[in-house]
Each structure stands twice: as C-alpha cells, then as structure tokens.
C-alpha cells in the first residue's frame, strides 16, 4: 500500500493492538532506542503521528515538524500537552467509552477487597494466624453503606449502577450538579466525605484537581472509611494519606494510581495493613485494551483516508 | 430474674452478641475451661441449651441430658448432628437470612479480586517489580464473563443480583430447576464448568455435596477460570484443587472455607500466584454477626417463654 503515514511511538501500548497498526502505517519505536536524540533526529521529520500512552509533552511535538495527529491511549489525556498541540493544529485523540465496564469494575474490585480487607485477611491465613490468634477482625459491610463518588462522568454512572446493586446509599460531589440523575449531590466535597464511609475517586487529573483530596477530606472520611482511586494519583495528597493511615485518622485505602508512575510514593510503600496498591490497571484487560487499540486504528485510519476523526479531544 | 435457662457455650461467636445471652440466660463458657471433661460434669446437667458456631457432635448432647435447644450461629448446620439432634427431641435453630447480603459481598469481593487478581498486584508493586519489569500482565474482564452460581438459594439469589450489575452471564446449577427464574439452568455441573469462566460454589455442606467440585470439574473451569468458594471446604476437593493451580489446568481460585478450619491445606498454602485465602469471614461484618447473634437471642427468649422458636431447622 503507498502513503502509509509514518508513526512515531513514543510510549508503548497493548502490544497486540499496537502491531495492528503495521498494517497501515510505518512504526518507528522511540522508546526502545538506545540514543532517543539521534532516533528522533532521524524518524522524528517524516512522522505525521505520534502513539502514545498518557505522555506527550511539547518538546516532542517540536521534533516532529509535520505532525498532524496524536494518538492517546486512554481515556485521560492530563500528560498530553492539550493546549501546545491545539496551537499547532495538531488533532489529538483517545480512546473513551470502551473502558468505562472495565475501569467501573476496577473500581468495585478495589472498594470490596478493601471494605472487607481481603488482603489482609489472605495474609493473616498465610502468617499461621488463624490457627495461632484465632478469628480474624470483623470488618464493615459493603452492602448498605454510603459511598460518595467524586466525578459523575460516564465511569462514574457504571461505579453507580454497581453500587446500587449492593444496596449502597450512593452520592456524588463535581462542580455542576446533574439534575437528571437520581443520586444525592454534594456541592462541598469535605461535606461528602464527612457522610460517605466509601469514597471514590474517578475525576479528571490536571491542575484543577490537583490535591483535591487532600488532608481534610481524607480526615472526614474518618478512621472507619476507605478511599479508594481509580483518577490520577495527581487528585490525592499521598504524603497526607500516609500520615492518615499510619495514625489510624483513616480506615483503609485502595489506590490504582501515582503521581509519578511507575515510582510509588515511599510513604506508602511503608504500610501494609489496609492499603493495596496495585499498578495502573483499571483498564488493562485484554479485550478492554485491544477495543481501545482499535480505536486508534481507526483514527489513524481516518488520518490516511481524510474523512474525520472518531474521538478528538480537541 | 428467675427460671433463667442455663446455657452451655461450646464454640464461641461475635462477643458483642454472645455477650446479651447474659441478659436473659446463664451462660458457661466450656471452650475456655482447662479440663473441658470435669467442665462438662459440672455444668452439663443444669444446662437445657447449647450454644455454638457450625458443630455439635452427639456425644455432647449425650453430655447434656436435658438439653431442649441448639442455637448454632451461622447458616450452615453440616457440622450440627441433626439426626442426633431429631431423635433427641431437641430443635437446632441457625441465623437465615441477615447474613444474605454480607455473603454475596465477600463472594463478588473475591470474585472481583480473583479476577483482576488484585493480591497479585499488589505483590507487584510491593516488590518492586513495576519500576524494574514494567507493566503488570494483562488479566481477564469481569463485566461481560460468564458466571456459574452452584447452589441458587437465598444467597446464590443475592449473588446473581450482584453479577447482573456487572452485565455478566449467568448460569446455575443444583439439583432442581427454578423455574420461575430467568437464569441458564445446568442439569450438569461439569457442563455448566466448561461453558463458564467463573465458578462460585455457595450451597450447603455435608455428605451430598462433599467433593462435588472434583478435578473433572476444576479442569472444565479451565486455566483462564476462577473457582470461588463461599460454601463449606467440603464442597471442593482441595488436592484436586492445589494440583489443577499449580500446574495451570486452572487459572485461579479464591476460597473463604476450607474443610478442617482453621488448618488450611498444605498443598494451598503453597501457592501463592492466582490463589486468594480468606479465613471463613463471609458473614463477618460487625452489623450482621450481631443480627445472627440477635436471632439466637430470640430463640432463647422463645424457649423461656414457651412461644415458638424463630429459625428451626429440624
């Protein structure tokens, strides 16, 4: 096939849905070069795509003078310089909706093994402890609690439709208030907290949520809560958090996301009881990953063809 | 108070709850005397209740020649002898019902769990594996599998509810079809293994289902599956069980009973990968268990005051 457009992949995806893009396009593979800077120098002039997945800063857009679209794998695209790219006329793209079941069921994964402390129980079974203590702790029920969702998008509603099938008391905190739906809304979050025993994150990163969790609200949801963040790690104050949880003024955690991935904040690699932490995964089933490849396929091949983009963020 | 019954305590349950007995019976704690033969001696004769949590073997009832009443805290009654019981004249009463919904939570919490395989990567992180291997394997999706629920009693009921919400298939199978049900009945259990992913076993104990979960069945799960178990240890071959893990005929298996508690099987302990262990904590939340144990205490104040009991089973 002729024209196939160049691809400069500069963080690496789902690895069977990234090679179908060889089938329509030339991939050039930043990251695994050894010299990045000679790589760039060389592929970076005939690339119009850049894949990628959460990172795209400005500098780069710069080494690929004639770019006209960026791929984003996932739904979030805080770690994509949005505004750099919208000033040069370049189309950036992710990957919505397809993740939604998966991230949803992240996110009750993390409240019930929390709630109900399944990994501390696993290592209470693993250390002898049952035949040596006697009955492990009693926990607090999933069923019947009150959980407060912080960010009523699209994820959100499917945390909802989950939580309502455990009989949960459900409510939500967002700057605007979506009259349509049937769940109780919270204009201050600390007043959420202060009422939630479960609170979940699922709210876009960026500067305007930064820290929006911070050490306030976890003190409200208070030493029999959970927090539980399926966001951006960039939403919680984690120095904070692990105070919190070291001093008991906090219940329990479940976190799935870090300011600085892959790196995890030491302070709460410190704990163990009633913290999991577990790696960036929300989304990372296969077929999940793969329908979210396809998407990016088919944006690329809306690039090749000129008819319009199936997911622009901008 | 007078005519208080005296009530012999051979395996203990929630304090808070066991504790309220004292308001309307007398109580003797045989499984905190040092010499539970000269214990049993003394008190047996005066007492015309035990009280216990899954067994009373015969020979205790022999020991306590006017007992009337069992209360046996939980829903299971396979550890109580019932013939024993029957022909005594003695009624055995458990706690139905209030401990549904704290059930079908920790059997989605370990579906969930298992499935993601939460322990797992936690692990990871914990490690240090994700800063220096990359990202975390890729596991299977929740929302949309198809789900296998062995025994649709009250809790398998509450357990469907729960998976619907998670847009899952369900399937189930026990010994007869309910047909005012809108589930997939399997008149096989090996049938209804092969064609889910998931497996989770909730019904009764004892003799008819000991074993039911056999290497034939954990095989037809299959090594992308998961076995749940939140019913009785008895129910699955646990042997079967550690070999069909460790060698990948099964993908994963998480487990909340085992058949000789609180010993857990060597072979199980010796896995760590796709294999959850929780110490018979189904029912444990502070709220249920003092519900079980109100429902006990009603049951004495039925034979104190000659009304009929709440919950018998024989």
Redesign the interface.
């Known amino acids: 096939m002729q024209n196939k457009p160049h691809v400069l992949i500069y963080a690496p995806w789902?690895e069977p849905a990234m090679d179908r893009l060889d089938e329509i396009a030339i991939t050039h593979h930043l990251y695994k070069a050894n010299n990045k800077e000679d790589f760039l120098a060389e592929h970076g002039p005939k690339c119009s795509v850049i894949g990628t997945m959460h990172y795209c800063p400005a500098a780069l857009m710069d080494a690929v003078p004639n770019l006209k679209l960026i791929l984003n794998f996932g739904v979030g695209y805080d770690g994509v310089d949005i505004p750099a790219a919208t000033k040069r006329g370049i189309t950036v793209v992710n990957t919505p909706d397809v993740l939604n079941?998966?991230v949803?069921?992240?996110a009750?994964?993390?409240i019930?093994?929390g709630?109900?402390k399944?990994?501390d129980?696993?290592r209470?079974?693993?250390s002898g402890d049952?035949?040596k203590k006697?009955?492990?702790e009693?926990?607090?029920?999933?069923?019947?609690s009150k959980i407060g969702i912080l960010g009523l998008g699209r994820i959100g509603l499917e945390i909802a439709?989950?939580c309502?099938?455990?009989?949960m008391d459900i409510a939500y905190h967002q700057r605007t208030k979506r009259s349509e739906l049937n769940f109780k809304y919270y204009e201050s979050l600390i007043d959420m907290a202060e009422d939630c025993e479960i609170l979940v994150a699922i709210i876009p990163g960026g500067e305007t949520t930064e820290k929006i969790i911070d050490e306030r609200v976890i003190e409200a949801i208070g030493p029999t809560g959970l927090l539980v963040n399926v966001a951006r790690g960039t939403v919680v104050d984690n120095e904070a958090l692990a105070r919190c949880l070291k001093d008991g003024r906090l219940g329990g955690a479940a976190l799935d996301v870090f300011p600085n991935?892959?790196?995890?904040p030491e302070s709460l690699?410190e704990i163990?009881a009633n913290l999991?932490?577990?790696?960036h995964?929300a989304s990372?089933?296969?077929?999940?990953?793969m329908k979210m490849g396809m998407i990016l396929y088919d944006n690329l091949m809306a690039l090749r063809d000129g008819t319009p983009f199936k997911t622009p963020v901008n």
């Open positions: 789902y079941d998966c949803a069921d992240m009750l994964s993390l019930l093994a709630r109900r399944v990994l129980a696993d209470y079974i693993r049952w035949e006697g009955n492990f009693y926990v607090h029920n999933v069923h019947s439709d989950r309502k099938a455990f009989k991935e892959p790196a995890v690699l163990d999991i932490l577990t790696p995964m990372a089933t296969h077929l999940t990953r």
